[in-house]
């Protein structure tokens, strides 16, 4: 059997697609090398969001052919459902596989190890004379498979138990695709329709997660409010999470990003009944202004958004708040990013992800004119980052003096300023940490911040609540 190296890109849900195909290569007996030098194959699981993610897995690619000529590279992901021509055309490239057919990367490669391939040539597989005849992969004089209908309704998914957190938090991809369509935004084209994995699928997931020693568990998804609409029955996510809480054993169940006007009263009402779930909202704001809001064809408005903030501020006064914000979208006047500033500034956003637009083909936002300068962009783009730095350093030094629950986290950098003997971790509320002592990752804490050094609160070791050192069991 082949060994295999899977090189990922891009978002929690293309790890998760990632982590899925690695599950279902190691079930069939491969081998996952250490690096791709030591691969047969090489999977690269692709992200195309903006066009610099585009550049980063085309450097990708031809890095790994000029290293070694030898190896089999199989482009899967965004990147390959949208353009897979251009990928083909690069030098190394055996595969492009896109998403719509993803699942089949496991039979691909097991056939890749037994059937010498005949040389391919640029024309699309036809989704339908795969599913007719396998072997004719094998035949036919092409190396993409993908269409743009996605005919299949596969839930590709696994834990990622790598990234932030450091193998400690495990990301359960919940919810693939997307229904709406942004102007701006080029997902719902390469990910298709909004589909749930099934609630039972999810409780399992998250008790065999537990079962392993896993003490926090964050739920991703492409757009997570829509969680189970396309179930029979339908499924709302907030039953599916009192679902999760009411009948697993899991300690800390983290949210990532969540739309505007999915963070509902009773959303609300159930991180404040309940402290298992973390204290953090993120939101996809994108703009403060009401017309940029229109022509991204966003289906909210900015006082939809601070009402959202504002509720939670009321009912959680510590959560954790955080917004994403694209800058430069096309038409975007310096009444319009000072709508957005002065906005972010008025509410209590505790940090922001700022993006640059990036034109996406195949997007409506893509054909508009009034192109805002790269140079305004820039600029733009600073100021709000440093808004946001602003933002996070004020959240932070109002949490010095406070008692924090903790998830210890594995060691990695030191911090410049801070002995070599602290642990990092992760608060409730989205705040990294640095406890001073070397303490084992994976423990759930009760701490006295002491101080701030850098963009870390410090905790010393005489404010760690020593009654709370209870080991879980081993992470496997």
């Known amino acids: 059997m082949p060994t295999f190296y899977i090189q990922q890109f891009g978002c929690r849900a293309t790890q998760a697609d990632g982590a899925a195909i690695e599950r279902q290569l190691l079930d069939r007996g491969c081998t996952a090398a250490s690096e791709p030098a030591a691969a047969d194959i090489v999977v690269l699981n692709t992200c195309t969001v903006t066009a610099s993610a585009d550049a980063q897995a085309r450097d990708a690619i031809r890095k790994l052919h000029a290293a070694n000529p030898t190896v089999r590279l199989i ?81 590709l998914s696994a834990p990622v138990l790598g990234g932030e957190g450091n193998h400690t938090r495990p990301t359960l991809k919940i919810q693939d695709g997307c229904d709406s369509r942004c102007s701006y935004c080029v997902i719902p084209f390469v ?150 500033t002065d906005f972010i ?50 959240f932070r030094q109002s949490q010095i003096g406070r008692t924090l629950r903790v998830l210890t986290l594995r060691r990695d950098d030191n911090v410049e300023g801070l002995p070599d003997d602290t642990t990092p971790a992760l608060s409730s509320n989205y705040l990294k940490l640095r406890l001073r002592g070397i303490l084992p990752a994976n423990l759930l804490l009760n701490v006295c911040v002491s101080d701030e050094v850098g963009n870390c609160l410090v905790v010393d070791s005489e404010s760690v609540l020593c009654d709370n050192f209870a080991l879980s069991p081993p992470l496997v």
């Open 75 to 155: 482009v899967t992901g965004c990147y390959a459902q949208r353009a897979p021509e251009e990928l083909a055309a690069l030098p190394g490239v055996s595969w492009v596989v896109g998403n719509s057919h993803k699942p089949q990367i496991p039979d691909l490669v097991h056939s890749l190890s037994s059937v010498k391939p005949v040389e391919p040539a640029n024309d699309f597989f036809p989704a339908a004379a795969l599913d007719a005849d396998p072997l004719s992969l094998f035949r036919a004089p092409a190396k993409i498979l993908t269409s743009t209908i996605f005919a299949r309704t596969e839930f």
């Open 191 to 340: 990910r298709g329709k909004s589909r749930s994995l099934p609630p039972e699928s999810v409780l399992s997931e998250i008790r065999r997660l537990s079962e392993s020693g896993f003490r926090e568990i964050v739920l991703s998804g492409i757009n997570l409010g829509t969680y189970g609409r396309d179930l029979t029955p339908r499924v709302e996510f907030e039953s599916l999470l009192r679902r999760i809480l009411n009948e697993t054993p899991v300690e800390r169940l983290r949210i990532s990003s969540i739309e505007p006007l999915d963070v509902t009263q009773d959303l609300i009402d159930l991180f404040v009944s309940n402290d298992r779930i973390a204290q953090h909202f993120h939101m996809p704001l994108q703009s403060a202004s009401n017309r940029i809001l229109a022509a991204m064809h966003r289906w909210y408005r900015a006082e939809h958004c601070a009402r959202r903030v504002e509720l939670i501020r009321e009912r959680l006064p510590h959560a954790a708040i955080g917004a994403d914000v694209i800058t430069g979208f096309p038409g975007e006047s310096e009444e319009d990013h000072a709508a957005t």
């Open 345 to 394: 500034e008025s509410l209590p956003f505790t940090y922001l992800h700022v993006f640059s637009f990036s034109k996406r083909p195949g997007t409506q936002a893509a054909s508009l004119a009034n192109e805002v300068p790269s140079h305004i962009i820039k600029r733009r783009a600073r100021q709000l980052r440093a808004l946001s730095e602003k933002k996070s350093t004020a």
